[in-house]
Every structure is written in C-alpha cells, then in structure tokens.
C-alpha cells in the first residue's frame, strides 16, 4: 500500500471522533489533508473549526466551511492532527510543515487529541526526524548556539517564514531520550517560541496505517 493511502485511511478514521455539535481544531500537513477533503461527508456535525495554519484554513474555506478564531470559540472538543514522529507515550515530533506553533495551541486547547499517522511515523525514540524549533528571526543564531551545546545541529530553514512571522531551525541529531525534560528545557531558551517536542500534552489517541489497516491506541 502507497504512504498517500495509508494517510488516507488514518485520516478517515478520525471521522469517527468528530461527534455532533462539535467545536474542532484542525491540524496542517498531507495526512490532514486527507481529513479536510472528507469532512464535508459529516458537515452537519460540526459547530465550529479553528485551523492550525493559513494553509489548512485556505483549504477549509474552499470547501465552502466557515473558520473561526480560537478566541471566538474557547476550548475546542477535538483536535486532530498529524506528526513527524510518535512514540508509544504519545509523545510526538510535529512541525515539519512549519505550523507547530499553532499546532500546540490547539492541541493545549483540546478535551481530545487524536493524531493520524502512518507506520513510517512510528519510532522506538524521538529524534531521528529534525527537531523543528520557531524562533524569532533575532534570536536565530542565539538560539543554533544553544541546541549545538545540546549536541545538535541545527539548521536554519532557509526561505521559510511561519503564520506568526518567525523562523524554523530544525535541529538533527538530537537523542531525545527524555522528552517531557527536554521540551520544557528547550522552551526555557531565550527567543523560542515553540519547540516541536508534544510531550508535555501527549496525543491522547493515535490512530495508525499500515499494510493492515488503521490500529487505535488510547492514553
Ligand atoms: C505540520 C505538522 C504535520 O503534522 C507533520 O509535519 C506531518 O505531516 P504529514 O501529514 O504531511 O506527514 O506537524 O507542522
């Protein structure tokens, strides 16, 4: 089975979540992409969306569905949303489309987090995948120096600015053996904004595609 239809599936399942009168939080990336195209199956449940990114509300809207400001709505019901990487603590790596900012608002938000992936996604431990980190634009090279202390590497994503005007370092080679320490430390960093570790508010469902079909697993 293609990758593209492993998402596909994932992304379908989380339909199952979205329960009537729902005020939902929707995630950026081509898994979540997946999501956006089949919701107007369920149009009729939903109360109101808040998107994680100019992107994912650009896609929204030209299905013709109306998208809220989070402060309009308040707590959200349901978030559900992608990841570069997850372990079985729920614990994930998010940010590679460069939405993670606002993807960890919407997450902290949420009663329930449920994120969709395929096999490719799941790992033994964080770290592999580059660890996204927003900064703002002065703080960059202050910031690179920080992780390279922490034996990373960071690497600035060149020709990319955030919703929220800020850039990306993504840092390779990270172990992250303990990531609930390691992204509070990471956020106490002069001139972070947010540091793609979800940890300290971990999905609370994972839904996965592989060859088999969609496995769930709860917190
Ligand atoms: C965007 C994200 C995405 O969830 C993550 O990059 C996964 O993307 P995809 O579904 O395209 O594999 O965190 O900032």
């Known amino acids: 089975m293609h990758q593209a239809d492993k998402k596909r599936q994932a992304a379908e399942a989380a339909l199952d979540f979205v329960e009537p009168g729902v005020d939902l939080g929707v995630g950026t990336g081509s898994t979540v992409n997946f999501f956006i195209d089949a919701l107007p199956q369920i149009r009729n449940r939903i109360n109101s969306l808040v998107a994680s990114s100019q992107a994912t509300e650009d896609r929204l ?11 309009e709505v308040g707590d959200i019901d349901l978030y559900v949303d992608g990841a570069d990487e997850a ?3 729920f ?10 900012t606002r993807e960890k608002v919407l997450a902290a938000s949420a009663r329930k987090f449920v994120c969709i992936i395929d096999d490719s996604k799941w790992v ?3 770290g592999k995948f580059p660890l996204p ?4 634009p002065m703080a960059q090279s202050y910031v690179a120096r920080q992780f390279v202390r922490a034996r990373g590497q960071p690497v600035w994503r060149k020709d990319f600015v955030t919703d929220n005007g800020n850039h990306v ?3 390779y080679n990270l172990t992250i053996s303990n ?15 947010t540091v793609g570790l979800f940890a300290g508010r ?11 079909g969609v496995t769930r697993r709860d917190r």
């Open 61 to 71: 809207r030209a299905l013709d569905f109306e998208v809220s400001a989070l402060s």
């Open 87 to 89: 372990n079985k603590h």
């Open 91 to 100: 614990h994930l790596i998010k940010g590679g489309g460069g939405a993670l």
């Open 124 to 126: 033994g431990v964080l």
């Open 133 to 136: 980190v927003e900064v703002i």
């Open 169 to 171: 370092l993504d840092i």
């Open 179 to 193: 990531p609930v320490e390691m992204e509070s430390r990471f956020n106490q960093i002069a001139g972070v904004v």
């Open 202 to 212: 971990p999905a609370d469902v994972i839904l996965m595609a592989d060859e088999n």
